[in-house]
């Protein structure tokens, strides 16, 4: 006898809410099918709850759970078979274009050691080679900027150039 008031209440449940929930799953992404199957679920979870028995007289709270739980299950199945779908292999391609660990490793190490030989030069030494061979910035601008005569800047640059190539290996 007591079971047949709860019975009552999730039959009227399911055919209140049934369309209602399929439309949110729907709109998560889920298929006919599977948003049918989502909602089967979500109410299969929602009567194993043990707060469900309290909610007979509160169907406003009981439409807002059922439909929490059906958002969760729909983005779960949808997780769920995205994993499961054979990926594309693209990924495996582009990793044998690159180059290899080993000569990333080595790359690393030659800049490194560059940025090590950089670190020898003076101050002023550093900010030529800079203007000059990264910017590339004409050697009278250099001299202008830096406030040194165009001799000066290219004696500068050669001498920093000079060093590095004795601290860089060939």
Known sequence: MRGEPFLGWVSRLVHEQR????RVVRREGLGAEDALDCVQDAFKSFLTLPQARLLVEAPDDSAKLLTVLARNLARNFRRRHHRARPHDSSADELAGEGPSVEQVVASAERYAMAVGCAATLSEIQRAVVDLRLVDE???????????????NVAVLLHRAKAKLKACLPA
């Open 19 to 22: 369309a209602r929930l399929t």
């Open 137 to 151: 910035v004409p050697g009278e601008d250099v001299a202008r900027m830096l406030g040194l005569s165009e001799g």
